[in-house]
Protein backbone atom coordinates (compact mmCIF):
# COMPACT_ATOMS: atom_id res chain seq x y z
CA UNK A 1 0.00 0.00 0.00
CA UNK A 2 2.73 2.11 0.89
CA UNK A 3 4.54 1.32 -2.20
CA UNK A 4 1.59 2.71 -4.23
CA UNK A 5 1.08 5.82 -2.30
CA UNK A 6 4.45 6.94 -2.93
CA UNK A 7 4.43 5.96 -6.29
CA UNK A 8 0.94 7.70 -6.66
CA UNK A 9 2.33 10.85 -4.84
CA UNK A 10 4.94 10.98 -7.70
CA UNK A 11 2.71 11.03 -10.81
CA UNK A 12 -0.71 13.37 -9.05
CA UNK A 13 1.83 15.59 -8.69
CA UNK A 14 3.11 16.18 -12.20
CA UNK A 15 -0.54 15.28 -13.66
CA UNK A 16 -1.65 18.32 -11.14
CA UNK A 17 0.13 20.93 -12.16
CA UNK A 18 0.54 19.63 -15.76
CA UNK A 19 -2.60 21.41 -17.14
CA UNK A 20 -3.13 21.48 -20.66
CA UNK A 21 -0.54 18.69 -21.11
CA UNK A 22 -1.77 15.95 -18.56
CA UNK A 23 -3.71 14.49 -21.12
CA UNK A 24 -0.46 13.87 -22.92
CA UNK A 25 0.77 12.34 -19.79
CA UNK A 26 -2.24 10.28 -18.20
CA UNK A 27 -1.25 7.46 -20.50
CA UNK A 28 2.35 6.52 -19.43
CA UNK A 29 1.16 7.42 -15.38
CA UNK A 30 -1.91 4.87 -16.22
CA UNK A 31 0.67 2.02 -17.37
CA UNK A 32 2.86 2.87 -15.09
CA UNK A 33 0.24 2.31 -12.23
CA UNK A 34 -0.92 -0.95 -13.85
CA UNK A 35 2.20 -1.89 -13.92
CA UNK A 36 3.09 -1.64 -10.50
CA UNK A 37 -0.30 -3.44 -9.17
CA UNK A 38 0.49 -5.94 -11.66
CA UNK A 39 4.43 -6.51 -9.99
CA UNK A 40 2.63 -6.31 -6.60
CA UNK A 41 0.25 -9.59 -7.72
CA UNK A 42 3.19 -11.08 -9.82
CA UNK A 43 6.14 -10.75 -7.20
CA UNK A 44 7.89 -8.20 -8.88
CA UNK A 45 7.68 -8.82 -12.32
CA UNK A 46 7.37 -5.30 -13.77
CA UNK A 47 8.27 -3.13 -11.32
CA UNK A 48 11.39 -2.02 -13.16
CA UNK A 49 9.17 -0.42 -15.91
CA UNK A 50 7.19 0.70 -13.46
CA UNK A 51 9.43 2.95 -12.10
CA UNK A 52 10.60 3.74 -15.56
CA UNK A 53 7.62 4.62 -16.26
CA UNK A 54 7.04 7.15 -13.34
CA UNK A 55 10.36 8.62 -13.91
CA UNK A 56 9.45 9.24 -17.52
CA UNK A 57 6.20 10.87 -17.18
CA UNK A 58 7.95 13.37 -14.30
CA UNK A 59 10.89 14.12 -16.64
CA UNK A 60 8.55 14.64 -19.58
CA UNK A 61 6.34 17.41 -17.47
CA UNK A 62 9.28 18.56 -16.12
CA UNK A 63 10.70 19.03 -19.70
CA UNK A 64 7.89 20.26 -21.55
CA UNK A 65 5.66 21.70 -18.72
CA UNK A 66 7.52 23.42 -15.96
CA UNK A 67 10.01 25.97 -17.26
CA UNK A 68 11.65 26.87 -13.91
CA UNK A 69 13.93 24.80 -11.26
CA UNK A 70 11.10 22.81 -9.45
CA UNK A 71 12.15 22.20 -6.02
CA UNK A 72 10.16 19.35 -5.60
CA UNK A 73 12.09 17.60 -7.86
CA UNK A 74 14.42 16.00 -4.74
CA UNK A 75 10.57 14.78 -3.09
CA UNK A 76 9.88 13.31 -6.12
CA UNK A 77 13.16 11.58 -6.45
CA UNK A 78 12.71 9.70 -2.69
CA UNK A 79 8.95 8.99 -3.40
CA UNK A 80 10.25 6.98 -6.51
CA UNK A 81 12.73 5.38 -4.36
CA UNK A 82 10.69 4.43 -1.86
CA UNK A 83 7.90 2.94 -3.71
CA UNK A 84 10.88 0.71 -5.23
CA UNK A 85 12.00 -0.59 -1.47
CA UNK A 86 8.40 -0.72 -0.41
CA UNK A 87 7.69 -2.48 -2.86
CA UNK A 88 10.56 -4.93 -2.66
CA UNK A 89 9.79 -5.34 1.20
CA UNK A 90 6.50 -6.52 0.67
CA UNK A 91 6.96 -9.00 -1.46
CA UNK A 92 9.93 -10.04 0.56
CA UNK A 93 7.21 -10.53 3.43
CA UNK A 94 5.33 -12.76 1.90
CA UNK A 95 7.83 -15.17 2.19
CA UNK A 96 7.03 -17.76 5.82
CA UNK A 97 9.72 -17.18 7.36
CA UNK A 98 9.69 -16.84 11.17
CA UNK A 99 11.65 -13.97 11.52
CA UNK A 100 13.74 -12.24 14.59
CA UNK A 101 11.66 -8.84 15.58
CA UNK A 102 14.95 -6.95 15.37
CA UNK A 103 14.50 -7.14 11.44
CA UNK A 104 11.89 -5.59 10.23
CA UNK A 105 12.42 -1.98 12.15
CA UNK A 106 16.41 -2.37 11.32
CA UNK A 107 15.32 -2.23 7.64
CA UNK A 108 12.77 -0.10 8.57
CA UNK A 109 15.73 2.37 10.15
CA UNK A 110 17.90 1.82 7.24
CA UNK A 111 15.22 2.19 4.64
CA UNK A 112 14.41 5.78 6.28
CA UNK A 113 18.04 6.60 6.52
CA UNK A 114 18.67 5.83 2.33
CA UNK A 115 15.50 7.91 2.32
CA UNK A 116 16.54 11.25 4.12
CA UNK A 117 20.41 10.89 2.71
CA UNK A 118 18.86 10.75 -0.56
CA UNK A 119 16.50 13.43 0.21
CA UNK A 120 19.58 15.32 1.17
CA UNK A 121 21.49 14.47 -1.63
CA UNK A 122 18.59 15.72 -4.04
CA UNK A 123 17.85 18.88 -2.59
CA UNK A 124 21.64 19.27 -2.78
CA UNK A 125 22.03 18.72 -6.51
CA UNK A 126 19.13 21.36 -6.54
CA UNK A 127 20.31 24.06 -4.54
CA UNK A 128 23.88 23.63 -6.71
CA UNK A 129 22.06 24.78 -9.74
CA UNK A 130 21.12 27.65 -9.02
CA UNK A 131 25.36 28.22 -8.81
CA UNK A 132 25.91 30.43 -11.66
CA UNK A 133 29.01 28.92 -12.91
CA UNK A 134 31.53 29.90 -16.35
CA UNK A 135 32.78 26.10 -16.39
CA UNK A 136 29.73 24.70 -18.41
CA UNK A 137 32.13 22.71 -19.69
CA UNK A 138 33.55 21.14 -17.61
CA UNK A 139 29.91 20.42 -15.32
CA UNK A 140 29.07 18.60 -18.54
CA UNK A 141 32.07 16.03 -18.55
CA UNK A 142 31.46 15.70 -14.70
CA UNK A 143 27.64 14.85 -15.25
CA UNK A 144 28.71 12.47 -18.26
CA UNK A 145 31.49 10.83 -16.25
CA UNK A 146 29.06 10.39 -13.37
CA UNK A 147 26.34 8.84 -15.27
CA UNK A 148 28.82 6.50 -16.88
CA UNK A 149 29.99 5.54 -13.55
CA UNK A 150 26.51 5.24 -12.20
CA UNK A 151 25.76 2.55 -15.11
CA UNK A 152 29.10 0.93 -14.46
CA UNK A 153 28.65 0.64 -11.19
CA UNK A 154 25.36 -1.39 -11.91
CA UNK A 155 27.07 -3.58 -14.15
CA UNK A 156 29.78 -4.25 -11.39
CA UNK A 157 27.39 -5.25 -9.05
CA UNK A 158 25.15 -7.64 -10.56
CA UNK A 159 28.27 -9.60 -12.48
CA UNK A 160 30.38 -9.59 -9.14
CA UNK B 1 28.00 -19.40 -1.67
CA UNK B 2 26.71 -18.48 -4.69
CA UNK B 3 25.87 -14.35 -5.11
CA UNK B 4 22.83 -13.11 -6.58
CA UNK B 5 21.45 -9.22 -6.38
CA UNK B 6 18.07 -8.35 -6.42
CA UNK B 7 16.13 -7.21 -9.32
CA UNK B 8 15.80 -3.37 -8.40
CA UNK B 9 19.55 -2.81 -8.96
CA UNK B 10 19.89 -3.11 -12.38
CA UNK B 11 16.85 -0.88 -12.30
CA UNK B 12 18.51 1.60 -9.93
CA UNK B 13 21.70 1.75 -11.92
CA UNK B 14 19.75 2.61 -15.65
CA UNK B 15 17.58 4.87 -13.61
CA UNK B 16 20.96 6.51 -12.16
CA UNK B 17 22.12 6.61 -15.42
CA UNK B 18 19.15 7.62 -17.60
CA UNK B 19 18.42 10.40 -14.74
CA UNK B 20 22.25 12.22 -15.48
CA UNK B 21 21.79 11.56 -19.05
CA UNK B 22 18.82 13.10 -19.40
CA UNK B 23 19.90 15.98 -17.59
CA UNK B 24 22.67 16.87 -19.46
CA UNK B 25 20.43 16.07 -22.41
CA UNK B 26 17.67 18.51 -21.74
CA UNK B 27 19.95 20.96 -19.69
CA UNK B 28 17.71 20.01 -16.40
CA UNK B 29 18.96 19.67 -12.77
CA UNK B 30 15.58 17.93 -12.04
CA UNK B 31 16.28 14.50 -13.81
CA UNK B 32 19.82 14.73 -12.10
CA UNK B 33 18.18 15.69 -8.66
CA UNK B 34 16.25 12.23 -9.51
CA UNK B 35 18.92 10.13 -9.71
CA UNK B 36 20.65 11.06 -7.03
CA UNK B 37 18.76 8.81 -4.17
CA UNK B 38 19.46 5.55 -6.42
CA UNK B 39 23.27 6.64 -6.84
CA UNK B 40 23.20 6.12 -3.27
CA UNK B 41 21.34 2.83 -3.46
CA UNK B 42 24.12 1.80 -5.94
CA UNK B 43 26.64 2.71 -3.27
CA UNK B 44 25.14 0.70 -0.70
CA UNK B 45 24.98 -2.10 -2.53
CA UNK B 46 28.71 -1.60 -3.54
CA UNK B 47 29.70 -1.51 0.11
CA UNK B 48 28.34 -4.70 1.09
CA UNK B 49 30.84 -8.28 0.60
CA UNK B 50 29.96 -11.61 0.78
CA UNK B 51 30.17 -12.70 4.27
CA UNK B 52 31.65 -15.82 5.89
CA UNK B 53 29.57 -18.29 8.06
CA UNK B 54 30.11 -21.44 9.40
CA UNK B 55 26.77 -23.67 9.48
CA UNK B 56 26.36 -26.67 12.32
CA UNK B 57 23.15 -28.94 11.82
CA UNK B 58 23.07 -31.95 14.75
CA UNK B 59 20.29 -33.86 16.14
CA UNK B 60 19.60 -34.76 19.75
CA UNK B 61 19.01 -38.83 18.69
CA UNK B 62 19.06 -40.83 15.58
CA UNK B 63 15.93 -42.99 16.72
CA UNK B 64 12.74 -41.62 17.49
CA UNK B 65 8.97 -43.52 17.51
CA UNK B 66 6.01 -42.47 14.94
CA UNK B 67 4.98 -39.06 16.40
CA UNK B 68 7.69 -38.55 18.69
CA UNK B 69 9.76 -34.93 18.79
CA UNK B 70 13.13 -33.92 18.02
CA UNK B 71 15.37 -31.52 18.65
CA UNK B 72 17.37 -29.95 15.49
CA UNK B 73 20.23 -27.71 16.72
CA UNK B 74 21.70 -25.50 14.43
CA UNK B 75 24.61 -23.41 15.37
CA UNK B 76 25.97 -20.36 13.46
CA UNK B 77 28.62 -18.01 13.86
CA UNK B 78 30.00 -15.28 11.76
CA UNK B 79 33.41 -13.39 11.68
CA UNK B 80 31.05 -10.96 9.69
CA UNK B 81 28.02 -9.29 10.74
CA UNK B 82 25.07 -10.37 8.65
CA UNK B 83 22.05 -7.74 9.00
CA UNK B 84 19.22 -10.91 7.65
CA UNK B 85 20.61 -14.61 7.84
CA UNK B 86 17.90 -16.63 6.89
CA UNK B 87 17.83 -20.42 7.21
CA UNK B 88 16.17 -23.57 5.63
CA UNK B 89 16.43 -27.39 6.60
CA UNK B 90 14.98 -29.19 4.00
CA UNK B 91 12.08 -31.68 4.85
CA UNK B 92 10.48 -34.76 3.55
CA UNK B 93 6.72 -35.01 3.08
CA UNK B 94 6.43 -37.07 6.10
CA UNK B 95 8.28 -34.65 8.84
CA UNK B 96 7.27 -31.45 10.20
CA UNK B 97 8.87 -28.68 11.92
CA UNK B 98 6.75 -26.31 14.55
CA UNK B 99 6.58 -22.64 13.25
CA UNK B 100 7.83 -23.55 9.38
CA UNK B 101 11.41 -24.88 8.57
CA UNK B 102 12.73 -21.38 7.60
CA UNK B 103 14.24 -18.46 10.21
CA UNK B 104 15.69 -15.24 9.77
CA UNK B 105 17.86 -14.11 11.98
CA UNK B 106 20.18 -10.84 12.79
CA UNK B 107 23.65 -12.76 13.09
CA UNK B 108 26.26 -10.04 14.43
CA UNK B 109 30.05 -9.69 14.04
CA UNK B 110 31.41 -12.91 16.69
CA UNK B 111 28.11 -13.85 17.70
CA UNK B 112 27.54 -17.64 17.91
CA UNK B 113 23.85 -18.38 17.27
CA UNK B 114 21.78 -21.45 18.18
CA UNK B 115 18.50 -21.92 16.60
CA UNK B 116 16.38 -25.23 18.22
CA UNK B 117 13.77 -26.62 16.14
CA UNK B 118 10.95 -29.01 16.84
CA UNK B 119 11.18 -31.59 14.25
CA UNK B 120 8.13 -34.71 13.95
CA UNK B 121 7.71 -37.23 12.14
CA UNK B 122 4.60 -38.54 11.55
CA UNK B 123 5.14 -41.61 9.59
CA UNK B 124 8.20 -44.31 10.03
CA UNK B 125 11.04 -44.57 7.80
CA UNK B 126 14.65 -43.85 7.66
CA UNK B 127 15.47 -39.88 7.13
CA UNK B 128 18.05 -37.64 6.20
CA UNK B 129 17.71 -33.64 7.26
CA UNK B 130 20.37 -31.43 6.11
CA UNK B 131 22.12 -29.85 4.90
CA UNK B 132 21.18 -26.73 5.66
CA UNK B 133 20.09 -24.22 2.89
CA UNK B 134 20.88 -20.72 4.36
CA UNK B 135 20.99 -17.24 2.21
CA UNK B 136 22.92 -14.07 4.17
CA UNK B 137 21.11 -10.41 2.75
CA UNK B 138 22.20 -7.14 3.68
CA UNK B 139 19.78 -4.52 5.82
CA UNK B 140 18.00 -3.29 2.24
CA UNK B 141 17.97 -6.85 0.43
CA UNK B 142 19.47 -5.84 -2.72
CA UNK B 143 22.37 -8.23 -2.44
CA UNK B 144 22.31 -11.92 -1.19
CA UNK B 145 24.63 -15.18 -1.05
CA UNK B 146 22.90 -18.64 -1.11
CA UNK B 147 24.95 -21.65 0.08
CA UNK B 148 24.41 -24.62 2.02
CA UNK B 149 26.10 -25.85 4.89
CA UNK B 150 26.21 -28.65 7.67
CA UNK B 151 26.27 -32.22 7.09
CA UNK B 152 23.14 -34.65 6.60
CA UNK B 153 21.40 -36.22 9.39
CA UNK B 154 20.09 -39.56 9.95
CA UNK B 155 16.96 -40.19 11.59
CA UNK B 156 15.13 -43.72 11.88
CA UNK B 157 11.81 -43.28 12.85
CA UNK B 158 10.44 -46.46 14.24
CA UNK B 159 6.55 -47.82 14.14
CA UNK B 160 4.67 -47.35 17.34
CA UNK B 161 3.81 -50.48 18.16
CA UNK B 162 0.51 -51.85 19.26
CA UNK B 163 0.13 -53.73 22.41
CA UNK B 164 -1.11 -57.46 22.46
CA UNK B 165 -2.00 -59.71 25.04
CA UNK B 166 -1.57 -63.17 23.36
CA UNK B 167 0.28 -64.27 20.34
CA UNK B 168 -1.16 -66.08 17.66
CA UNK B 169 0.47 -69.97 18.36
CA UNK B 170 2.38 -72.11 15.69
CA UNK B 171 0.87 -75.58 15.67
CA UNK B 172 4.59 -77.49 15.45
CA UNK B 173 7.41 -76.31 17.47
CA UNK B 174 11.10 -76.57 17.14
CA UNK B 175 13.90 -78.36 18.84
CA UNK B 176 15.25 -75.27 21.01
CA UNK B 177 14.24 -74.32 24.30
CA UNK B 178 11.69 -71.65 23.98
CA UNK B 179 8.22 -70.05 25.80
CA UNK B 180 6.01 -72.51 23.44
CA UNK B 181 4.11 -75.32 24.94
CA UNK B 182 5.06 -78.02 22.59
CA UNK B 183 2.60 -81.51 21.42
CA UNK B 184 5.46 -84.02 21.95
CA UNK B 185 6.25 -84.84 24.94
CA UNK B 186 9.54 -84.57 26.79
CA UNK B 187 11.16 -82.94 29.05
CA UNK B 188 9.01 -80.02 30.75
CA UNK B 189 6.75 -78.28 33.09
CA UNK B 190 3.24 -78.51 31.88
CA UNK B 191 1.78 -81.81 32.83
CA UNK B 192 0.75 -84.21 29.59
CA UNK B 193 0.28 -88.09 31.20
CA UNK B 194 1.33 -90.94 33.35
CA UNK B 195 2.92 -94.62 31.90
CA UNK B 196 4.68 -96.77 33.13
CA UNK B 197 8.28 -96.63 34.25
CA UNK B 198 10.97 -97.63 31.62
CA UNK B 199 14.20 -98.10 31.69
CA UNK B 200 16.52 -94.65 31.81
CA UNK B 201 13.38 -92.62 33.31
CA UNK B 202 14.82 -90.63 35.45
CA UNK B 203 13.67 -91.05 39.21
CA UNK B 204 12.55 -87.54 40.17
CA UNK B 205 9.44 -88.07 37.29
CA UNK B 206 8.07 -91.40 39.64
CA UNK B 207 4.61 -90.05 40.35
CA UNK B 208 4.78 -92.04 43.79
CA UNK B 209 1.08 -91.32 44.22
CA UNK B 210 0.32 -93.04 40.94
CA UNK B 211 2.61 -96.05 41.94
CA UNK B 212 1.45 -96.39 45.54
CA UNK B 213 -2.02 -96.97 43.87
CA UNK B 214 -0.94 -99.09 41.23
CA UNK B 215 1.90 -100.80 43.03
CA UNK B 216 4.83 -100.48 40.11
CA UNK B 217 6.09 -97.50 38.88
CA UNK B 218 4.50 -94.60 36.64
CA UNK B 219 5.97 -91.73 35.67
CA UNK B 220 4.62 -88.21 34.73
CA UNK B 221 5.13 -87.15 31.45
CA UNK B 222 5.44 -83.27 30.52
CA UNK B 223 4.98 -80.85 27.30
CA UNK B 224 8.57 -79.38 27.08
CA UNK B 225 9.11 -75.66 26.36
CA UNK B 226 10.23 -75.30 22.66
CA UNK B 227 10.75 -72.05 20.34
CA UNK B 228 8.85 -71.91 16.87
CA UNK B 229 10.03 -70.21 13.91
CA UNK B 230 7.80 -67.39 12.87
CA UNK B 231 7.80 -65.72 8.89
CA UNK B 232 6.01 -62.48 8.79
CA UNK B 233 5.11 -62.25 5.21
CA UNK B 234 5.35 -58.42 3.94
CA UNK B 235 2.99 -58.02 0.54
CA UNK B 236 4.90 -55.02 -1.06
CA UNK B 237 3.08 -54.75 -4.32
CA UNK B 238 0.53 -52.62 -3.71
CA UNK B 239 -0.98 -50.44 -1.50
CA UNK B 240 -4.25 -48.34 -1.24
CA UNK B 241 -3.40 -44.24 0.22
CA UNK B 242 -5.20 -41.57 0.89
CA UNK B 243 -4.97 -38.43 3.19
CA UNK B 244 -1.87 -39.28 4.74
CA UNK B 245 -3.09 -43.11 5.20
CA UNK B 246 -1.94 -46.30 3.88
CA UNK B 247 -2.40 -50.01 3.99
CA UNK B 248 1.25 -50.38 3.82
CA UNK B 249 1.61 -48.24 7.10
CA UNK B 250 -0.52 -50.33 9.12
CA UNK B 251 1.16 -53.37 7.86
CA UNK B 252 4.56 -52.34 8.80
CA UNK B 253 3.27 -51.37 12.26
CA UNK B 254 1.40 -54.82 12.76
CA UNK B 255 4.97 -56.33 11.33
CA UNK B 256 7.17 -54.34 14.14
CA UNK B 257 4.61 -55.58 16.83
CA UNK B 258 4.29 -59.09 15.68
CA UNK B 259 8.45 -59.46 15.66
CA UNK B 260 8.73 -57.75 18.61
CA UNK B 261 6.26 -60.19 20.17
CA UNK B 262 7.42 -63.37 18.71
CA UNK B 263 11.20 -62.24 19.26
CA UNK B 264 10.47 -61.59 23.23
CA UNK B 265 8.96 -65.58 23.47
CA UNK B 266 12.56 -66.30 22.58
CA UNK B 267 10.86 -67.40 18.79
CA UNK B 268 12.89 -66.91 15.72
CA UNK B 269 11.58 -64.62 13.38
CA UNK B 270 12.06 -63.79 9.90
CA UNK B 271 10.73 -61.63 7.41
CA UNK B 272 9.91 -61.87 3.69
CA UNK B 273 9.26 -58.82 1.71
CA UNK B 274 6.93 -59.81 -1.35
CA UNK B 275 6.90 -57.21 -3.88
CA UNK B 276 8.35 -55.29 -6.61
CA UNK B 277 11.33 -55.20 -4.66
CA UNK B 278 11.99 -58.63 -2.71
CA UNK B 279 13.70 -58.57 0.75
CA UNK B 280 14.22 -61.28 3.02
CA UNK B 281 15.43 -62.27 6.44
CA UNK B 282 16.41 -65.67 7.39
CA UNK B 283 14.57 -66.55 11.06
CA UNK B 284 17.08 -65.36 13.76
CA UNK B 285 16.16 -65.23 17.22
CA UNK B 286 16.89 -62.28 19.74
CA UNK B 287 17.79 -58.47 20.20
CA UNK B 288 19.43 -58.18 16.99
CA UNK B 289 16.71 -59.92 14.91
CA UNK B 290 14.65 -57.30 15.88
CA UNK B 291 16.66 -54.45 14.72
CA UNK B 292 17.25 -56.11 11.69
CA UNK B 293 13.98 -56.61 11.07
CA UNK B 294 12.68 -53.29 11.72
CA UNK B 295 15.33 -51.59 9.63
CA UNK B 296 14.27 -54.07 6.88
CA UNK B 297 10.58 -52.70 7.18
CA UNK B 298 11.77 -48.87 7.51
CA UNK B 299 13.53 -49.37 3.77
CA UNK B 300 10.27 -51.15 2.71
CA UNK B 301 8.48 -48.92 0.38
CA UNK B 302 5.44 -49.74 -2.47
CA UNK B 303 7.74 -50.50 -5.62
CA UNK B 304 5.05 -51.25 -8.54
CA UNK B 305 6.39 -53.96 -10.56
CA UNK B 306 4.76 -56.32 -13.30
CA UNK B 307 7.64 -58.79 -12.57
CA UNK B 308 5.69 -62.52 -11.85
CA UNK B 309 7.13 -63.73 -8.57
CA UNK B 310 7.22 -66.70 -6.53
CA UNK B 311 8.23 -68.38 -3.45
CA UNK B 312 10.60 -70.29 -5.02
CA UNK B 313 13.38 -66.73 -5.50
CA UNK B 314 13.43 -67.39 -1.81
CA UNK B 315 16.59 -69.01 -0.44
CA UNK B 316 15.58 -72.33 1.28
CA UNK B 317 16.44 -70.67 4.64
CA UNK B 318 14.10 -68.40 4.51
CA UNK B 319 11.18 -70.38 5.04
CA UNK B 320 12.18 -73.32 7.55
CA UNK B 321 9.90 -76.38 7.14
CA UNK B 322 6.97 -76.15 10.25
CA UNK B 323 6.94 -72.45 10.43
CA UNK B 324 4.09 -70.25 11.21
CA UNK B 325 3.97 -67.92 8.23
CA UNK B 326 1.77 -64.51 8.74
CA UNK B 327 0.97 -62.84 5.72
CA UNK B 328 -0.17 -59.24 6.32
CA UNK B 329 -1.82 -58.07 2.84
CA UNK B 330 -4.26 -55.72 1.42
CA UNK B 331 -5.35 -58.78 -1.17
CA UNK B 332 -4.73 -55.93 -3.57
CA UNK B 333 -2.30 -58.48 -5.87
CA UNK B 334 -3.14 -61.60 -7.44
CA UNK B 335 0.84 -62.53 -7.50
CA UNK B 336 0.81 -62.32 -3.12
CA UNK B 337 -2.42 -64.88 -3.62
CA UNK B 338 -0.88 -67.40 -5.59
CA UNK B 339 2.55 -67.17 -4.08
CA UNK B 340 0.47 -67.78 -0.57
CA UNK B 341 -1.49 -70.22 -1.82
CA UNK B 342 1.47 -72.47 -3.23
CA UNK B 343 3.15 -72.07 0.23
CA UNK B 344 -0.18 -73.39 2.12
CA UNK B 345 0.68 -76.37 -0.65
CA UNK B 346 3.61 -77.06 0.36
CA UNK B 347 2.41 -77.62 3.88
CA UNK B 348 3.23 -74.63 5.80
CA UNK B 349 0.80 -73.10 8.76
CA UNK B 350 -0.53 -70.11 6.80
CA UNK B 351 -2.30 -67.25 8.50
CA UNK B 352 -3.81 -64.04 6.55
CA UNK B 353 -4.32 -61.37 7.93
CA UNK B 354 -6.08 -58.12 5.52
CA UNK B 355 -5.27 -55.03 6.16
CA UNK B 356 -8.24 -53.49 4.74
CA UNK B 357 -8.39 -50.87 2.01
CA UNK B 358 -12.38 -49.90 2.30
CA UNK B 359 -11.44 -47.19 4.78
CA UNK B 360 -9.62 -45.57 2.65
CA UNK B 361 -11.94 -45.60 -0.49
CA UNK B 362 -13.98 -42.42 -1.04
CA UNK B 363 -17.67 -44.08 -0.41
CA UNK B 364 -18.77 -41.42 -2.76
CA UNK B 365 -19.72 -42.55 -6.02
CA UNK B 366 -20.50 -41.87 -9.34
CA UNK B 367 -23.11 -44.74 -10.75
CA UNK B 368 -20.86 -46.76 -12.90
CA UNK B 369 -17.96 -46.28 -10.21
CA UNK B 370 -20.02 -47.87 -7.92
CA UNK B 371 -20.66 -51.15 -10.03
CA UNK B 372 -16.44 -51.53 -10.36
CA UNK B 373 -16.50 -50.70 -6.30
CA UNK B 374 -18.89 -53.47 -5.64
CA UNK B 375 -17.34 -56.54 -8.61
CA UNK B 376 -14.00 -55.32 -6.36
CA UNK B 377 -15.21 -56.17 -3.22
CA UNK B 378 -16.57 -59.20 -4.71
CA UNK B 379 -13.16 -60.27 -5.88
CA UNK B 380 -11.98 -59.62 -2.69
CA UNK B 381 -14.56 -61.77 -1.24
CA UNK B 382 -14.07 -64.87 -3.72
CA UNK B 383 -9.99 -64.08 -2.98
CA UNK B 384 -11.04 -64.84 1.04
CA UNK B 385 -13.21 -67.76 0.07
CA UNK B 386 -10.19 -69.33 -1.95
CA UNK B 387 -7.50 -69.38 1.06
CA UNK B 388 -10.95 -70.72 3.76
CA UNK B 389 -11.39 -73.72 1.44
CA UNK B 390 -7.55 -74.91 2.19
CA UNK B 391 -7.74 -74.00 5.13
CA UNK B 392 -6.07 -70.92 5.48
CA UNK B 393 -7.70 -68.27 8.27
CA UNK B 394 -8.62 -64.92 6.55
CA UNK B 395 -8.71 -62.13 9.07
CA UNK B 396 -10.08 -58.36 7.89
CA UNK B 397 -8.16 -55.83 10.29
CA UNK B 398 -10.38 -52.77 9.89
CA UNK B 399 -8.42 -48.88 10.47
CA UNK B 400 -9.26 -48.36 13.88
CA UNK B 401 -9.91 -51.67 15.22
CA UNK B 402 -6.73 -52.58 17.24
CA UNK B 403 -4.89 -55.59 16.22
CA UNK B 404 -5.50 -57.65 19.07
CA UNK B 405 -9.35 -58.27 17.79
CA UNK B 406 -7.97 -60.16 14.47
CA UNK B 407 -5.39 -62.32 16.27
CA UNK B 408 -8.25 -63.63 18.79
CA UNK B 409 -10.25 -64.33 15.61
CA UNK B 410 -7.10 -66.58 14.33
CA UNK B 411 -6.97 -67.95 17.93
CA UNK B 412 -10.60 -68.53 17.91
CA UNK B 413 -10.95 -69.98 14.26
CA UNK B 414 -7.87 -72.25 15.00
CA UNK B 415 -10.05 -73.86 18.62
CA UNK B 416 -13.05 -74.59 16.37
CA UNK B 417 -11.07 -75.74 13.31
CA UNK B 418 -8.16 -77.89 14.37
CA UNK B 419 -5.88 -77.82 11.29
CA UNK B 420 -5.44 -81.56 10.25
Known amino acids: MGAVVAYVGVLGDALVRAGSAAPLLTAPAALGVLALVLALVHRGRGLGPALWLAAGTYVAFVVHVEHRVDPTAPLVAVLLLLSGELAAWSLDERWRIRADPQLAWRRGLALAALALAGLAVAALVVALSAVPSSHGLLWTVAGAAAAVGAAGTGVWVVRR | MTGFTSWRLPAYASLAA ?123 GLRSWEGEAGEPQPLRVYPREETLRSLVAPLETQVFAGNQVSRVRGEGIEFADLREWQPGDRVRRVNWRATALRGSLWVNEQYPERNTDVVLFLDTFAEVRAQGRSTNDRAVRAAATLARGYLQRKDRVGLVGFGGVLSWLVPESGTRQLYAIVDTLLASDIVHSFALRDVDTLPPRTLPPKALVLAITPLLDNRTASALLDLRARGYDLIVVEVSPLELVDPSFAASVELAHRLWRLSREALRWRYEQVGVPVVTWREGVPLAGPLEEVNAFRHLARPA
Open chain 2, 18 to 140: AGLVAGLAFGRVEPVALAAPFVLALVAAVTEHEPRVSVRLSLDRERALEGEEVTATIELSSPDSVDRFELLVPLPPEASIEGGPARALLLRAGEERTVELTLRCERWGAFSFGPVLFRARDLL
